[in-house]
């Protein structure tokens, strides 16, 4: 199985930060990677799939980037709302595995 | 848009199998778009793929729990569902059903969850 590796665990940051999330695969996976947002209660939410491209109706304050074994989810200024779990994902091969999980906390 | 709904017990006893249920509406089950997934988080826990159907039968499913898992897909109800057979308290989570997309590698639509307590 792929395992993928997700830092930090937990940041805090504040409003109109700029936030990186970083996603390991323990082997190459080229730009099969996605992001999901999780809210307590709720369920997860696609921002980003195959690295980089953004889900229709995101805020175009996420991005993704990265292939092979890197990858990085970026917010380039927080907003109130983002506040909340993020995972990734690799879809290169079965079985589908997570990352960990990023809780991004308020400053 | 599709949505998607699981139904199902909510308290299952120790060494008995779990049915769940996912209905989908806005759109066809029958989709060649989709496979049909299931998804599970532990309280306080991260995400664990438990496997994924197509609606012609083919089925991928975690190695970790292939020996207990049945994902079947029942077109004339437009829905598909989760047997977990064997089950202790490890197993309790809430349970997802999710779209997933082999040509974009993502689960793009989610149902609301359903919380399964294991516990006698």
């Keep these: 199985d792929i395992q993928m590796t997700q830092s930090p665990s937990s940041v805090s940051a504040s409003v109109g930060d700029r936030v990186t999330i970083t996603c390991r695969a323990s082997q190459g996976i080229s730009s099969w990677l996605a992001w999901y947002q999780q809210k307590p209660g709720k369920a997860p939410k696609l921002l980003i799939y195959a690295a ?3 889900h229709s109706g995101v805020p175009s304050r996420f991005s993704g980037s990265g292939s092979g074994t890197d990858f990085t989810l970026t917010i380039s200024s927080l907003q109130p709302e983002d506040f909340a779990t993020y995972y990734c994902h690799q879809a ?3 079985p589908i595995t997570f990352g960990q999980g ?4 308020i400053k | 848009q599709l949505q998607l709904q699981e139904s199902g017990p909510g308290l299952v006893k120790p060494s008995e199998t779990v049915s769940l249920s996912c209905t989908v509406s806005g759109g066809s089950i ?7 997934g299931w998804i599970r988080q532990p309280p306080g826990k991260g995400l664990e793929w438990i496997g994924s159907s197509y609606y012609s ?3 991928y499913y975690n190695p970790s729990l292939k020996s207990r898992v049945t994902i079947s897909v029942d077109t004339s109800k437009n829905q598909f569902s989760l047997k977990l057979s064997s ?5 309790t989570a ?4 999710a779209t997933y997309s082999g040509s974009e590698g993502n689960f793009e639509y989610w149902g609301q969850g359903t919380l399964v307590t ?3």
């Design chain 2, 57 to 59: 039968g083919s089925t």
């Design chain 2, 118 to 120: 294991v516990s006698s």
């Design chain 2, 30 to 36: 029958s989709s060649s778009t989709y496979h049909w």
């Design chain 1, 102 to 105: 990023t809780r991004l906390e």
């Design chain 1, 52 to 54: 980089s491209s953004l």
């Design chain 2, 94 to 97: 809430v349970y997802y059903c």
């Design chain 2, 87 to 91: 089950v202790t308290a490890a197993d």
């Design chain 1, 92 to 94: 290169n091969s079965f």
